[in-house]
Each structure stands twice: as C-alpha cells, then as structure tokens.
C-alpha cells in the first residue's frame, strides 16, 4: 500500500509518502512546513502534492488534537479538519485522522534501538502495556495496550488534566498561573509555552528580571522556550538554569503520573522536540527524580523502562502502520 501521511502539530507540518507491507514501513520524500504559515491543511497538502508530484488514493494524518467522527478540532492551531472534506478536495478514495500521539504510539513497536536513548533501564524480563507522554507546543499522551501478544495504541487527552502542586514552590507556581489562566492544566507547565510560563512565575517569585542579552533575544519574537533552554545549557543564566530544572522535575513527575495511570511495565516513551533537543538535560537527574517520586510506588516506578524516542519521521511511521493493519 502506498499513502500520503502527514503529522500536523501547532508549530510545523510533517509530511511523506509511505510504503507498507504487514507490519513494514518505508518512508520517502518527507518535508515540513510551518503550520501557522498556511490557512489549512488543505493548502498544505496542495503545495507538497504540487512539490513532489506525488499520486496516491489514501492518506493518514496525525493531529495534535482529539478526534470523534473523523473530524478533529486541532488545540494549537484554529483548523478544523474533516476527513470527509479533505477527500473530496484532495480527491483521495480515503483520509484518516488520528491522534498524534497514537501515532507516536502506534509507530514505537518498529522503532529500532537506534531510534531510542535509554533513560533508566527498568525490569527487561518485564512486559505489559506501555504509554508516551510528548511535551512540545503541547503535552500529548497515548497508551499503548499489551494484548499478551502486542500493543495497541490508543489516544488520550491526558495532557490537559490538572495540574497538582506537591511543594511551597509548585503551589506558588499554582497560584501564579491560576491568576493568568483560571484554570491550570499540566500542558501549562509541560510543554514549549510551559518553559516559558514557568521562566515567568520565577522571575515574579524572586522579583527579578531576565538579563539583558536574553531580554533582547526575547523580544525578537523567536522560539523564546528555546533560548530560555539554550542559555540554561550553556550556563549563562541562573534563572533559566533554575526554570529547565523546575520543569524537568515537573515533566518526570506528570511522566510518571502517566506511567502509574497505564500500568507501563512495557515501557515509557518520551516523544516531542524538548526531550530531543534537551537529552542531557534529562540525563541529569532531576526527570527521573520527579518519575520515581511516588511514595508507596517508587519500586514499581523502577521496573518500568524509559526511553527518548530519536526517531523524528515516528509519527508518519505509526500513521502508515495503523492504515496497514486496519
């Protein structure tokens, strides 16, 4: 089978055309777009299609959003996708929308060892359902259920429950939000704009302000999440060093929520640019701090693995796989 598989998130459109055989899946002519930079979907496909000369008759799109009736309001960009419309004006046999992240999901089972960095090792004679939780321009999070003989992926919304503060510092950091949001959600602290939400509470915790040469890369309008993690890379800010660090003890600890919710024995996949472009960050400690501290839990948080996914094309893979299976 060959189909046209796109991965649609808030920030950048991925898109490629797909081979499958069984389980198989190859991959080609994959290129992105900036999502905010197009009207639609629609006029997306239309350039890459026009780009590449591609023909098919099936397509499958991951969204970040949720999806019912083949129709998904997406969260971080005002589209509304339909895939009974999208056939009719690509003129394609057939069109499926799913979840992001169970795309993610659903491509982890193909995933090689290459295309994974192992964060804590876990129990390898364990087996069982599996989870991804992927923090970018928002928190996705998709299980994986173990059947006895393999995993089926399924969506959740998971990203968007309540945040829980579990220290003075977090429940300032609860207050804080609360004030600018109403209510709080853990993709507004685990997530690319999370960075900043929390660069923001600290510098108003301590009353101080951001150094100047960050001051003014900021106000050029760039991926400030970023610069806040560059500088805390390169040690060139304490405040930003004390943000990467705050959120990535929240990220292990919303990750092993996550874990705890889905029984992970089978494992734990970290997906979303922040942990690719931040690995040894994660490395250092303060993740899986915030993953193993679950009281009564912490033995059972130990025998479940950890991996980064690496494999950027990991959304496109798992959409072809979950066509050829159907």
Known sequence: MRLLVGDIG?????????????GSVWLG??????????????????????????????????????????????TNLPWML??????????????ELLNDLEAVAWGVPILGSDDLAELHPGDPCSQGN????????????AGLFWDGLRHHAFATEGGH???APADDLEFA?????????GRVSWERVVSGPGIVNLFDFLRFHHGVQAPDWLQAAIDTGGDTAATIA?????????????????????????AGNAALKHMALGGVYLGGGIALKNLDCLRR??????????????????????????????????????????
């Open 230 to 254: 560059q500088a805390a890379a390169e040690d060139r800010c304490p405040l930003c060093r004390e943000t990467l660090n705050l959120f990535m003890r929240l990220y292990g600890r919303e």
């Open 173 to 181: 950091l609860l207050s804080y939000l609360k004030s600018r949001f």
């Open 10 to 22: 808030g920030t950048k459109t991925a898109l490629g055309l797909a081979e499958t055989d069984g």
């Open 161 to 163: 429950s309540d945040f």
């Open 82 to 95: 339909d895939a009974e419309a999208l056939e009719q004006s690509l003129g394609l046999t057939c069109v």
């Open 285 to 326: 400690g303060g993740f899986l701090e915030g993953f193993f501290d679950k009281g009564r839990m912490g033995s059972l948080m130990r025998r479940m693995p950890v991996r980064v996914i690496l494999q950027p094309n990991t959304p496109l893979l798992g959409a072809a796989r979950f066509m050829a299976l159907q």
């Open 130 to 141: 599996a989870c991804v939780v992927a923090a970018g321009t928002g928190l996705g999070q």
């Open 29 to 74: 002519e994959t290129r992105r777009y900036p999502s905010a930079s197009f009207g639609s979907l629609n006029q997306i496909v239309q350039r890459y299609l026009l780009e590449t000369g591609a023909k098919c008759r099936f397509a499958v799109f991951a969204v970040a959003g949720p999806v019912h009736d083949r129709r998904c309001e997406t």
